[in-house]
């Protein structure tokens, strides 16, 4: 409201007709719904300062260089059994339901296997279905410099098998559930 040498000036209002306004409203949810629904799906890739995105774990994994980052959403993702080869950071959202209402859980269906050449790999914040294993056999198990934080997985395998002699080295484990065992 504007007061001009005693007259009162009202800008004019917008009048919407009751069923236009419907209208607008569902033609605004029809176009949001399905991003703010699909948002969260992409894994993001991250080579320095260039992002790239993919819409399935095993495409981001096979597309990472060494030294990569992948970061990975609130849902779940079907990896198999995954062997990692190379220098990779796997970040998630979390595995804890009070501290990740907003994103969601990210689950991992499956097995991790980091063997000779994930040298100083750090996988956190992930709820992993299967083991983590270091190498899948005697001749690939040596890594070195592995950081697993902030996981939820079933066993630690500190060797292919979880028996055998290993010559993995500064292995950083910190504020993981392991609900089966290390061996």
């Given at each position: 409201?504007i007061v001009l040498l005693n007259?009162?000036?009202?800008?004019?209002?917008?009048m919407i007709h009751p069923m236009?306004?419907?209208?607008?409203?569902?033609?605004?949810?029809?176009?949001?719904?399905?991003?703010?629904?699909?948002?969260?799906?992409?894994?993001?890739?991250?080579?320095?300062?260039?992002?790239?995105?993919?819409?399935?774990?095993?495409?981001?994994?096979?597309?990472?260089?060494?030294?990569?980052?992948?970061?990975?959403?609130?849902?779940?993702?079907?990896?198999?059994?995954?062997?990692?080869?190379?220098?990779?950071?796997?970040?998630?959202?979390?595995?804890?339901?009070?501290?990740?209402?907003?994103?969601?859980?990210?689950?991992?269906?499956?097995?991790?296997?980091?063997?000779?050449?994930?040298?100083?790999?750090?996988?956190?914040?992930?709820?992993?279905?299967?083991?983590?294993?270091?190498?899948?056999?005697?001749?690939?198990?040596?890594?070195?410099?592995?950081?697993?934080?902030?996981?939820?997985?079933?066993?630690?395998?500190?060797?292919?098998?979880?028996?055998?002699?290993?010559?993995?080295?500064?292995?950083?484990?910190?504020?993981?559930?392991?609900?089966?065992?290390?061996?």
């Amino acid at each position: 409201m504007i007061v001009l040498l005693n007259r009162v000036f009202r800008p004019p209002t917008l009048m919407i007709h009751p069923m236009k306004a419907r209208f607008i409203f569902i033609v605004t949810g029809m176009l949001f719904f399905p991003a703010v629904l699909f948002s969260q799906s992409a894994v993001t890739l991250q080579r320095g300062e260039q992002a790239q995105f993919f819409s399935s774990f095993t495409e981001a994994l096979a597309a990472a260089q060494q030294g990569d980052v992948m970061y990975l959403p609130g849902g779940t993702f079907n990896i198999g059994n995954v062997i990692i080869n190379k220098k990779i950071s796997i970040v998630g959202a979390g595995h804890y339901p009070s501290h990740t209402a907003a994103t969601g859980i990210t689950y991992l269906s499956g097995s991790v296997y980091l063997v000779s050449g994930a040298d100083s790999t750090m996988l956190q914040g992930f709820y992993l279905t299967g083991d983590i294993r270091l190498g899948s056999t005697g001749e690939n198990q040596e890594v070195h410099f592995i950081n697993i934080s902030r996981c939820s997985f079933n066993d630690l395998y500190l060797s292919y098998n979880g028996y055998s002699e290993t010559s993995a080295t500064m292995i950083s484990i910190s504020e993981n559930v392991i609900r089966g065992g290390i061996s």
